[in-house]
C-alpha cells in the first residue's frame, strides 16, 4: 500500500503545474503592471529588515547617549528621520503594490471571462446539452476569473516574505542558528494542516456543483420574467424556495463541518507557534540579562522573531493558498482544453447544384442514449420543392434539423448539398445557405432591428435589409407602429423595453430567418405556432411567393399549412413511416389521413 504522506505531497506538489501558467496568463495580460508589482514586492521584502535593524542603531545610540558625559543626540535622531524615511517607502510600496494588484485584478478577470467565453463559441451543441459539460463550465466560470491573480498575488507575497525572511535570518544567525531553525519549524504543522483542508474544499467545491447550478436555476425561475408567470399563477413560489433552502441547508452542513475542523485544528496549532515565539522571547531576555547582548540588540532580535513568525505564518499561507489556487484553476484549463472536434470541411460550393439536398439512410443517437433519434431516414429535397415533416413530438423532426445545420454529426449514414457530403463542406459557407427558425428561437434583448439582423451577422446594422426582411416576415406594420421603429428595444430586463405577444416574436422569429437573402434553404420548425389561423394563412401565402426558387422544409401541426408543400413525409419514433403529397397521403388512409381527420374534426 502507498504512503498517505508521500501520496498527499504528490499530489500538493502536481498541482503547482498550473502556478507557471498563471505567471504567463497575468504577464502577458499587463507586462509593466506586472513588473511593477514585481519591484514594488521586492522593495516591500528587503525594507523591514532595514527598519528593524536602524531600530537596533537607535536604542543602542540612546543607550550610549545616556551614559555619556556629552550625549550624541544628533545622531541619534538622524537615525530617526532615516527609520522615517524607510517607512515611508514601505507605505508607497504597499500602496503601489495595492494599486497595481486592483488593475490587474480587472484586467485579469475580463480576459479570463472573454477565454471562457470564446471556448465557448468553438464547443459543439452536444457539450451544451451534456449535464457533466455543465458542471465544467460553472466550476470554471465561478472561481476562475479571480484565481490566477490570487496566485500571483500570493507568489509575489510568498516571494516577499521569503525575501524578508532571509533578511531576518541573516540578522538572527549572528545570535544562534538554532533561533532561525525555531522561526521556520515554529509554522510548519498550521501549513499542512492549511494544505490537507484547501484540499478538503477543493473536493467539497466539486462535489457541490450540480445543486450550485440547480440553486442559480432556481433562483431564476422564481425572480426572471419568463417563469414568474406560471410560478405565480400555479402558486409554485413556496415549493421552489423550500428546495433552494433544502439545497443550502444540505450543503452548509458540510461546509460547517469543514469550517470548524479548520478551525479547531488551526487554534490549536496558532498555540504551538506562539509557545515557541513566547521560549525565544524568554531565551533573547536571557540573554541580555546576563550580559550577552546589549538592550538594542534584544530589542531588534525580539522584533525579528515577531515579524519573522508572521512572515513565515504569511508564507505558509500563501503556499497553502497557491494549492488552493492551483486547484481551482485547474477547472479552468480542464474546461479550455476541453476537446472539439475539428471542422475539416473546406469546400463552398458543391458539383452538382440540381441534386439538391438528400438524406441517405441516415441514423441518429444522442450522446448518453440508449436509443437512436432516428434510424435509417432517406429522402431528398430539389431546388423549388417544399418539404413538410410530420410527427409526434419526440419523433426526431427536429433533430434531422440540427443534422442538416451540422449542429451533430450523423451516426450513420450521410447528408449530402449539391451532391457533396455535409462533412466535406465549410460550416460557415454551409450556414449561410441555410435560414432557419427554431421553435424555441431566441427573443433576444436587443434592439428589433438587432434581434432581425442576428439572422445574418454580415449585415446585422444594416437598416435596408432590415425592412427588407421584416417585409417578407410580415413584422413590418406592427413594427412601424413602435415609437422608434427599428430601434425600439425588445424585452423587459433592461430600461425603456417592450414586450411582444407570441405571434409579433415568432415573426421577427421569420424575419430573422429571411435576413440572409442568399440562403436557398429555408427551414421554418413550428414557425406559426403561436399565431392565430388567419396570419399563419395570410404568412404562409407570403412566404410561397418568396421561395418559389428555394428548397423549403416544414415542420409544423398544423394541416392546413403542411397540405400546401409539394411532399410531405409522416415520422414516428425517428423513422419514415409515410410519405407523399397531401392527396396520395389521403389516399393511402395511413397515419397522415387519420391525423388529418382527426384535426378536420375539430373544426367542424
Avoid at 507575497?157 to 544562534?176: R, T
Avoid at 487554534?267 to 521560549?279: E, H
Avoid at 414557425?527 to 392565430?532: E, F, G, I, L, Y
Amino acid at each position: 500500500m502507498s504512503d498517505p504522506t508521500a501520496s498527499f505531497l504528490t499530489r500538493f506538489l502536481g498541482v503547482f503545474v498550473y502556478s507557471r501558467r498563471a505567471l504567463e496568463l497575468v504577464w502577458t495580460t499587463d507586462r509593466r503592471l506586472t513588473l511593477a508589482l514585481a519591484a514594488l514586492t521586492l522593495i516591500a521584502g528587503v525594507l523591514p529588515a532595514v527598519i528593524a535593524y536602524i531600530g537596533q542603531l537607535i536604542v543602542d545610540g540612546v543607550v550610549a547617549a545616556m551614559a555619556a558625559e556629552v550625549p550624541d543626540t544628533a545622531g541619534v535622531m538622524w537615525l530617526i528621520v532615516l527609520e522615517a524615511l524607510v517607512v515611508v517607502v514601505v507605505a508607497a510600496s504597499q500602496r503601489g503594490i495595492s494599486v497595481s494588484q486592483s488593475l490587474l485584478r480587472a484586467l485579469l478577470g475580463q480576459r479570463v471571462n472573454v477565454m471562457i467565453l470564446e471556448k465557448a463559441l468553438t464547443l459543439q451543441l452536444a457539450h451544451f446539452e451534456d449535464s457533466e459539460f455543465y458542471d465544467k463550465l460553472t466550476q470554471a466560470r465561478r472561481e476562475a476569473s479571480s484565481r490566477p491573480l490570487s496566485l500571483v498575488n500570493r507568489t509575489f507575497g510568498l516571494v516577499q516574505n521569503g525575501i524578508s525572511l532571509v533578511s531576518y535570518a541573516v540578522l538572527l544567525f549572528a545570535f544562534s542558528p538554532w533561533a532561525v531553525v525555531i522561526l521556520i519549524c515554529a509554522g510548519l504543522p498550521s501549513f499542512f494542516a492549511e494544505a490537507k483542508f484547501s484540499n478538503d474544499a477543493f473536493r467539497l467545491f466539486r462535489w457541490r456543483s450540480p445543486d450550485t447550478r440547480m440553486q442559480i436555476y432556481l433562483e431564476t425561475v422564481i425572480a426572471r420574467e419568463d417563469g414568474v408567470k406560471e410560478v405565480k399563477l400555479f402558486g409554485l413560489g413556496p415549493r421552489l424556495l423550500q428546495r433552494y433552502r433544502d439545497i443550502f441547508k444540505k450543503l452548509f452542513v458540510e461546509d460547517k463541518k469543514l469550517t470548524i475542523r479548520r478551525d479547531t485544528w488551526g487554534f490549536f496549532l496558532g498555540v504551538l507557534s506562539s509557545a515557541a515565539f513566547y521560549a525565544a522571547y524568554a531565551w533573547v531576555v536571557i540573554t541580555t540579562i546576563n550580559g550577552g547582548i546589549t538592550l538594542g540588540a534584544m530589542t531588534m532580535y525580539l522584533v525579528l522573531f515577531r515579524q519573522g513568525q508572521a512572515a513565515v505564518a504569511a508564507s505558509l499561507t500563501a503556499i497553502s493558498g497557491m494549492y488552493e489556487d492551483n486547484l481551482y484553476l485547474s477547472n479552468l484549463y480542464e474546461y479550455l482544453e476541453q476537446e472539439v472536434p475539428v471542422r475539416s470541411g473546406k469546400a463552398l460550393q458543391g458539383p452538382e447544384p440540381q441534386r439538391g439536398l438528400e438524406f441517405d439512410q441516415v441514423s441518429f443517437r444522442y450522446p448518453g442514449a440508449d436509443d437512436n433519434a432516428l434510424t435509417d431516414v432517406s429522402f431528398r429535397v430539389a431546388p423549388g420543392e417544399s418539404l413538410a415533416l410530420v410527427g409526434e413530438n419526440g419523433s426526431g423532426k427536429t433533430t434531422l434539423i440540427k443534422l442538416l445545420t451540422r449542429l451533430y454529426t450523423p451516426t450513420g449514414g450521410r447528408i449530402s448539398l449539391d451532391g457533396l457530403d455535409l462533412q466535406e463542406w465549410d460550416v460557415e459557407a454551409l450556414r449561410q445557405r441555410i435560414g432557419v427558425i427554431f421553435q424555441d428561437f431566441g427573443r433576444y434583448q436587443f434592439s428589433v432591428g438587432e434581434n432581425i439582423g442576428a439572422g445574418d451577422v454580415r449585415y446585422i446594422d444594416d437598416l435596408e435589409r432590415w425592412k427588407t426582411a421584416a417585409d417578407t416576415g410580415m413584422a413590418a406594420p406592427f413594427i412601424e407602429t413602435m415609437p422608434d421603429g427599428y430601434d425600439t428595444q425588445l424585452g423587459r430586463w433592461f430600461k425603456g423595453g417592450r414586450e411582444l405577444s407570441g405571434g409579433q416574436w415568432q415573426k421577427i422569429a421569420l424575419s430573422r430567418a429571411f435576413m440572409r437573402s442568399d440562403a436557398d434553404i429555408l427551414v421554418l420548425d413550428e414557425p406559426t405556432a403561436a399565431m392565430d389561423a388567419a396570419s399563419e394563412a395570410a404568412i404562409f401565402d407570403h412566404f410561397q411567393s418568396q421561395s418559389d426558387t428555394k428548397m423549403t422544409i416544414l415542420i409544423s401541426h398544423r394541416f392546413s399549412t403542411v397540405r400546401a408543400a409539394d411532399r410531405i413525409i409522416v415520422i414516428q419514433d425517428g423513422k419514415i413511416l409515410e410519405q407523399g403529397n397531401h392527396e396520395s397521403l389521403l389516399a393511402e388512409d395511413g397515419q397522415y389521413a387519420s391525423l388529418f381527420r382527426l384535426q378536420a374534426k375539430g373544426y367542424q
